[in-house]
């Protein structure tokens, strides 16, 4: 959940908000209104018989603070993909012990105290002249702007940069937002790395059953019309 989306939560129905994080392969974590609640911003600890660590693109395990993949090991973790042995070795990861942790491709940070923050998607991070960028830190910023019900941050080509940060917006019922003052409005509260090349109103995304943003469809056409594949 955003940021705004479980204050809103917590305002309306009190502290008994509890948030669970997970993939399908069969990790999760949960934080849990007993919880401090300097940890709000986090999706809590692994829940009793799961372990997470944090990687990076090579493998290594990360300190605690450090950005990089979520992996996650413990009881009733899937054994493998059916008949795609290939897909299978691509999304396992073994700890100094020889143990299975299956990687999230989800981006995230552990803190000292072991609650875990989720960063971005792995797929969805923007690099923009050398920079990782990660969409969620922006749609946080935008998604405050009192005109905006949702919004939804994606790469697109760029001549210098490689790519750069595109905000694609859902204006509020009534609000009638101009690109223009979205975008000012934004890159004044965005690090110099983060700024928005545009802001383009929509009047819905892509979801998939879930209801998750499908971000790979929204690119599509930007990288298309570059003659460019991400």
Known sequence: LRRDTKRAVVERFGNLLHEIYGFSEGFATMLKPTHPPEKFDTVGTPVLGFE??????????LPRGEVGE???????MMAAYHDRPEQTEALI????RGRTFIRSGDI????ADG???????KKDMII?????????DIEEIVATHP????????????????ETPLALVIPRPGAAPQPAELLAWANARLAKHQRLSAVEL????PRNALGKVLKKDLRAPYWAQAGRTL
């Open 128 to 136: 923009s002249g050398g920079f990782n960028v990660f969409p969620r």
């Open 70 to 76: 979520i992996a996650g090991y413990g009881a009733g």
């Open 147 to 162: 005109a905006v019900l949702d919004v939804a941050v994606i790469g697109v080509p760029h001549e210098k940069w490689g």
């Open 108 to 111: 995230g940070r552990l803190d």
């Open 52 to 61: 997470l660590r944090i990687i990076d693109e090579q493998g290594r395990e």
């Open 93 to 96: 990861w073994r700890d100094e």
């Open 115 to 121: 609650f875990l923050s989720i960063v971005d998607r």
């Open 202 to 205: 929509r009047e819905a995304f």
